[in-house]
């Protein structure tokens, strides 16, 4: 059947672009640490209910050690790290510049793959890395000097901050996106995203778990907990989010290569934009979408 990765990898950009939202939207009702947890609790259950309908067991006890060893990683990294700058970065951001910048994750894996993986690159793929960072540096120092006043109080102010968090939050999806291929490659070619991003979520639950009780922050869960609307959109987003988009993402890789799937997954700051303009009602210059499209079309040259 022609074309299944392609849209399988659509669909990912789709669900991440959807979650981000409701992740965003829970965050500012209850702060960024409480949503992870609680979303990624949600996750597991559904993870769990659908491996036991599907293979008749809760957890992929079938994967090899190396398996384990590198997705659990991989959750640590992605899933732990990752996203709980992710989502500060979302609150100190809005989703339209925090996703921009995690859009580098693509170049950044390339490079530690470079570093640390002897993968090679050829000329015009470091002038995509490049053209990338542009991008990105455009909407971060985006100045719209000719909006009215009323249009200038609606454009998000980019702090230093908030910048800091959206660059470690996208190390963090670097990183696990690396450990994730290390971790589902065996001889005969990859094992199932699901049941892959399974470990990477029961890996990264333990964490929050140790965090919380060392940082003392359950009673913000439990507070987080009685908040319905928050705990709605957490819901919403887990399911659309780290059960669908990031198992998605993995199941790409059975049908496209690493660097056309991550081509295709870097169209979020695209499709966020819309949501920018009509849901957040932010100013979004042309500058800005410029800005934006120069980002995926580097990463485009980077992995062409």
């Known amino acids: 059947m022609p074309f299944v990765g392609e849209a399988i990898a659509i669909a990912t950009v789709l669900c991440w672009t959807v979650s981000v939202q409701f992740f965003g939207a829970a965050s500012k009702e209850v702060g960024a640490i409480p949503v ?13 209910i659908f491996l036991f309908f599907r293979d008749g067991v809760l957890v992929p006890i079938n994967f090899p ?34 996703m921009l910048i995690h859009s580098l994750a693509a170049p950044t894996a390339a490079v530690i793959g470079w570093l640390f993986l002897n993968e090679t690159y050829i000329l015009h ?43 470690a939050a996208m190390l963090g999806q670097a990183g696990g996106y690396v450990l994730s291929k290390a971790g589902m490659q065996i001889e005969s070619g990859y094992l199932d995203a699901f049941a892959a991003t399974q470990i990477r979520a029961i890996s990264a639950f333990f964490c929050f ?16 907990l009685t908040n319905t609307k928050a705990l709605t959109f957490t819901a919403i ?21 690493t660097g056309v799937a991550a081509t295709f997954l870097s169209l979020v700051p695209i499709c966020i934009i819309p949501f ?4 957040h009602k932010e ?15 580097g990463i485009y040259l980077l992995m062409s």
Do not use: C, M
């Not at 979302?90 to 510049?97: C, K, N, S, T």
């Not at 920018?276 to 849901?279: A, P, V």
């Not at 210059?285 to 800005?291: K, P, Q, Y």
């Open 36 to 48: 992870n947890i609680i979303r990624i609790f949600i996750a597991l259950i559904l993870f769990g």
């Open 209 to 224: 778990v140790l965090f919380f009780t060392v940082t003392n922050k359950w009673g913000n869960v439990k507070k987080a």
């Open 65 to 98: 050690a190396h398996a384990w060893l590198y997705l659990g990683l991989s959750g640590i990294v992605g899933f732990f790290i990752g996203d709980i700058f992710l989502f500060k970065a979302l609150v100190e951001l809005g989703p339209r510049v925090a």
């Open 237 to 257: 987003g887990a399911f659309i989010g780290p059960f669908l988009g990031v198992s998605l993402s993995l199941l790409v890789l059975h049908y496209l290569t």
């Open 125 to 167: 793929q470091w002038v995509g890395i490049s053209v990338t960072l542009l991008g990105v540096a455009v909407v971060i120092l985006e100045r719209n000097q000719k909006a009215s006043p009323a249009q200038k109080l609606k454009v998000r102010r980019i702090s230093f901050q908030g910048v800091v968090f959206g660059f």
């Open 283 to 297: 100013h979004v210059s042309i500058r800005a979408f410029g800005g934006a499209v120069t980002a995926v079309f």
């Open 276 to 279: 920018s303009i009509f849901l």
